[in-house]
């Protein structure tokens, strides 16, 4: 039927499986809409397909970030049924296609009075967006359900849209935004006395201050963080403060107080089935091992920290962690492929790298 339609011109293919209507057709339909269905009509429609998409994100959400906690969420609409993925691949399939309905989703929303809608899309969107997708991409989502939830006056929710905002500024290295956003967190955690919420705060601000290279800053703020963190008994967050104590002491030169804490956070990201928190750990094992010239060790660290990157999918970190695996190579002297590896980051960006260096490929 669908290439009956695309055949007839009433839509177009824009991807494998993906359809769209044809300008004309589609400004005829919406005025068809508002013409003969009423305002409640049309709010109930918006209604299940906001619904569709937040409870879908939400499985998203199960596949690609398992341990994280998941944001209370009403029933579905009803007559809506969320789609269920077979794997973490599917679910990342799902949203690679659906990426580009985010944003409009959101606003739609919020546009349309359904603030509570808006920001638990936003927030729920921010898990269920594609591994390799840009932090950038999510920002405008952030800012709008972050609005939504000021107008509720809902506490929770923009803790929430304020930590993932400080994120996303830092890791596009917008330090003051970070920042700003970030203290408005602790702020709010603690008139609140939401210690979790004050703990991820002080973390994330103790990694604007690393990437600063204020690193005793940097560590005041993890141990603290991985306190509170104890206190309440996330044992997650507790290996990530771990993880983050470990690159600072490792960029401040304190290799053997560095070397302590890798092996610890190591051991619980691998208990935890942490898979992204066990590739960055193991990429900063592969910088500790070289400094300590250590060339062969290193190359066994990076190498499994690039084999997590590629089954998560996830082309960011496999872009940042062949650096480092440029850097080991240009210790033993292997000067053009530390080249390739330094730069293939930037001219691949979105796309798988690592078997294209293995064969020899260029993209």
Known sequence: MLDDLVGAHLLEQTAPDRFQFHDLLRAYATNLVQSEESSDQRQATRRRVLSWYLHTADTVQTCLYPSEDHLPLPEPSPGVTPLVFADYNAAVDWSEREQLNFLPAVRDAAR?????????????????????????????????????????????????????????????????????????????????????????????????????????????????????????????????????????????????????????????????????????????????????????????????????????????????????LGDIQRSTAQYGDALTSSTWPGLCTGKTLRPLMLTGSRP
């Open 112 to 324: 349309n009075g359904l603030d509570q809608t808006a920001w638990q899309l936003a927030t729920v969107l921010w898990f269920a967006r594609p591994p390799s997708s840009s932090e950038r991409d999510w920002l405008e989502l952030g800012r709008i359900g972050l609005e939504a939830a000021a107008r509720q006056e809902d506490q929770r929710a923009q803790r929430r849209l304020l930590i993932n905002t400080g994120i996303a500024h830092r890791a596009l290295n917008n330090f003051s935004d970070g920042l700003n956003a970030l203290e408005r967190a602790v702020s709010l955690a603690r008139s609140s006395r939401s210690r979790t919420d004050e703990a991820q705060s002080l973390n994330l601000i103790g990694l604007i201050h690393l990437r600063r290279r204020e690193l005793d800053l940097a560590e005041t703020h993890f141990v603290q963080a991985m306190s509170i963190f104890r206190d309440s008994g996330n044992s997650q967050r507790v290996a990530t403060a771990m993880s983050n104590i470990a690159s600072t002491r490792l960029s401040a030169g304190r290799l053997p107080e560095a070397a302590s804490v890798i092996d610890e956070a190591l051991a619980a990201h691998r208990a935890l089935g942490n898979r992204g928190g066990e590739g960055n750990l193991l990429r900063i094992a592969a910088a500790l091992r070289l400094e300590e010239g250590d060339a062969e060790a290193a190359l066994r660290s990076i190498d499994e920290a690039l084999d997590i990157a590629l089954a998560l999918r996830d082309h960011t970190r496999e872009g940042f962690w062949l650096l480092t």
